[in-house]
């Protein structure tokens, strides 16, 4: 049974740095990629960044590019969500979501198989 945990949400002021993780269990392969999406109230969750599981490939929404980085340096079954200048329109519940294999796809939150229960990031002005 595949499980997905996130941790590191909370409220800063904007400017500041956070890190999320996601930590996985259940996951027999490593064909799985992970990715973080976010969610604000009435609208679809969006691509934040997402790897491969083996860390060689990235992608990362274009909102983000250059101030979020995604990894996975530290225990094998974590993916962390490195944010840094945060802006107050980076505020949402942040999710973290598994998909078997890699493509194009991988932007697609419904392709995805499993997720978390998610995170609240609240960026303040």
């Known amino acids: 049974q595949v499980q997905l945990a996130e941790s590191g949400g909370g409220s800063v002021q904007a400017g500041a740095s956070l890190t999320l993780s996601c930590a996985a269990s259940?996951?027999?392969?490593?064909?799985?990629?992970m990715g973080w999406f976010r969610q604000t109230p009435g609208k679809e969750r969006s691509l934040v960044a997402a790897?491969?599981?083996?860390?060689?490939?990235?992608v990362y929404g274009s909102s983000v590019k250059g101030r979020f980085t995604i990894d996975k340096y530290g225990p094998q079954n974590t993916v962390y969500l490195r944010m840094h200048s945060l802006k107050p329109e980076d505020t949402a519940v942040y999710y973290c979501g598994s998909i078997l294999s890699w493509g194009p796809f991988v932007e697609t939150a419904y392709r995805y198989a499993h997720w978390g229960q998610g995170t609240q990031v609240t960026v303040s002005s």
């Open positions: 790897i491969t599981w083996t860390g060689e490939n990235t």
């Open positions: 259940g996951l027999d392969s490593d064909e799985y990629s």
